[in-house]
């Protein structure tokens, strides 16, 4: 059942992003960061005391272990490791990946639990 839910929001979500885009004269463009420009989870390594994770699939996750933050990440690693479309996946637990975007006049900044 979770797969067939991924299934309908992935659709529902990429049908609604490709609307908003077809209906702008100005669609969004993802920038590079200057001073980074291709991520990496090479130096990615800490401690934590949280007994609360998730082994991940060697497959589909280059990082050993998911640290759970909540019930929903929780939820979250099976699912995406278990979807066919899923070639690989990380959280973004400090990855720095942040994306920057305005509402209204207000600069603010998107951090995506997962990439």
Not at 18 to 35: D, F, H, N, S
Not at 86 to 107: D, F, W
Request: net charge negative; glycine share 4%.
């Amino acid at each position: 059942m979770y797969l067939e839910l991924a299934d309908r929001a992935c659709e529902k979500i990429t049908a609604a992003i490709t609307q908003a885009e077809t209906q702008k004269e100005r669609p969004v463009k993802a920038i590079l960061g200057a001073y980074n420009p291709v991520g990496t989870t090479t130096h990615v390594s800490f401690n934590t005391s949280k007994t609360d994770r998730w082994e991940t699939d060697s497959r589909k996750c280059h990082i050993n272990w998911v640290v759970l933050d909540s019930d929903w990440e929780a939820e979250f690693c099976p699912v995406v490791e278990g979807h066919p479309q899923v070639i690989a996946y990380v959280k973004n637990h400090n990855l720095g990946l942040e994306v920057p975007y305005r509402y209204g006049s207000t600069m603010r900044i998107y951090i995506p639990d997962f990439i």
